[in-house]
Each structure stands twice: as C-alpha cells, then as structure tokens.
C-alpha cells in the first residue's frame, strides 16, 4: 500500500553545494527506484545551529555543531520504505534523520 511520508534530514555543515544536490540527487533517485514519487524537496535551513552536539556515525567520530536541514515529501509503498531507510542510514554526510507518515486530509 503507497503512503505519504515527510522526512527531514540533517546534513553535515560545511558540505559544498555540490556535495549537498549529491546526497539529494541519490536520496531522490532511491525513492524513484523503489517506485516512488518525489512531491517536494527544499532546503529548511542551511547552516542551523543544535541546541546540543551531535556526535558523527561511521569513520566521522566528531560532535557537530551545525547542520543543514533538508526537507522532502514523497509517496511510496510501505514494503520499500526499509530500502529508503538503509540507503539513508548508510550516507555518512547525513548525520540524523526523521520519516513521518503524513495523515490524509481528514473531510
């Protein structure tokens, strides 16, 4: 069954913008490939500041002070979501993340 969820990722500070539409690019393209539907994707804030450190996963071991907030929608089957969700947990320049089921209007 295909659902609407919102996803708000956390993006190391200080990537070039290049890095940044990189990880964009491949996050978008997993949930195309699962057979999904991308509805909106924007940049929330660029360089926010945490109320408390967050400490890097994989080789990055460092606490970070900053990051970039990205924002997406999307529509996508409830059995491919786990592929979504490995594909975002293996990207090291995503620090944290955070998918929502989005309810329908209610009428």
Sequence with gaps: M???????????????DKE?????????????GLKGKVSFSKIWAKEKNFFYPIKGSGSDRKNHFKGCYWIVDFKLDTVSLDGLKETIRLEERI????????DELIK
């Design 2 to 16: 295909e659902r609407s969820y919102e996803s708000m990722m956390i993006l190391k500070a200080g990537l070039p």
């Design 20 to 32: 940044n539409e990189e990880v964009f690019q491949k996050i978008i393209k997993r949930v195309e």
């Design 95 to 102: 620090l944290r993340n955070l998918i929502i089921k989005k």
